[in-house]
């Protein structure tokens, strides 16, 4: 009797066990509301600029949801810093909200402070921005007007080849085991 609660027990707990590790991660779709305005979008946003993209990078975050950043030469600014390069991040596509960019292209970019794609504020646009190809863009320059040249010259490409929290989180992991495993058997021998 004891031996069968005990291998009902170990099968509820190898269960509830697998379900947990194995469980599926949250995902959410993306939904928008009616298209802002060219003002109501500007107003909103922390960065406004027009540029071509340099490079499109696709990043792994420490949650396992894949986002993208992309690295712009920026050729005019409406708002924002005034430097010649900026950092946009997204998400990679489909339900996330992210915005497909791609390389050697330019874009009209309206960017705002988020953490949605990462574990700290970063300038993000997604789909429900009016970020849109800059031959697509005629009604929002009508209304932009020229903008300005940037003043700051800036390199960014390194940022983008930074080091993945991912691979940071992995790195600490196995330090953290081979610094027990050593200590274990340090022990073990005494």
């Known amino acids: 009797m004891v031996r069968r609660v005990l291998s009902l027990i170990l099968m509820v707990v190898l269960g509830c066990s697998f379900i947990t590790i194995f469980h599926a991660a949250n995902a959410y779709a993306c939904s928008c509301a009616m298209p802002q305005t060219v003002e109501a979008q500007f107003n909103r946003s922390e960065a406004v600029f027009a540029g071509r993209v ?28 005034s430097q010649s390069q900026f950092i946009i991040h997204t998400g990679s596509g489909g339900g996330d909200c992210g915005f497909n960019f791609e390389k050697g292209k330019e874009y009209l970019v309206y960017a705002g402070r988020s953490s949605m794609y990462g574990d700290k504020e970063l300038l993000v646009t997604i789909i429900c921005d009016r970020t849109a190809a800059l031959d697509q863009a005629h009604e929002d320059l009508a209304v ?47």
């Open 144 to 190: 932009l007007g020229e903008g300005n040249v940037p003043t700051k010259k800036v390199q960014l490409e390194g940022e983008l080849s930074r080091m993945q929290p991912v691979a940071l989180v992995a790195i600490v992991g196995f330090v953290l085991v081979g610094t027990s495993i050593v200590f274990i058997r340090r022990k073990w021998r005494k």
């Open 54 to 81: 340099l490079d499109v990078n696709e990043q792994r975050n420490v949650n396992g949801s894949m986002t993208k950043a992309a690295r712009f030469e920026v050729s005019r600014i409406w708002k924002g810093a």
